[in-house]
């Protein structure tokens, strides 16, 4: 294999690979997404879910420096923003959003 076809091939892998990853990343940002939107009721419960997102944030933040696609990086970086803004957000905002809706 000549050193063009061997230079094409790795960069071949390495798109595949950076694809991957961002797949990855995206399925553990919705996951952050939806346990930062607990609907549960319980405390103890809310604060676990909230924990673990905010440690799912953390490690998406460390893997994006890995993505070396400028568009799916601006893509990921945007869903962390968006997951972010969930967590900064009052555990029951989206609670008495809906009550007041109904009153």
């Known amino acids: 294999m000549g050193s063009t076809a061997r230079l094409s ?5 390495r798109a595949k ?3 991957e990853l961002a797949k990855v990343i995206d ?3 919705e996951r952050a997404l939806h ?4 609907p549960d009721n ?9 924990v673990q997102a905010e440690d799912i944030c953390a490690e998406a933040l460390r893997l994006l420096t890995q993505v070396e696609n400028p568009h799916s990086r601006e893509q990921l970086e ?3 923003n968006a997951v972010r803004q969930r967590l900064k957000a009052p555990a029951d ?7 007041s809706a109904y009153c």
Do not use: I, V, Y
């Open 35 to 38: 346990l930062a939107r607990h």
């Open 78 to 80: 945007t869903e962390l």
């Open 93 to 99: 905002a989206g609670r008495r959003r809906w009550a």
């Open 42 to 50: 319980d405390p103890d419960s809310l604060k676990r879910s909230r």
């Open 9 to 13: 091939k790795l960069a071949e892998l």
């Open 17 to 19: 690979t950076d694809r």
């Open 27 to 29: 399925m553990q940002l």
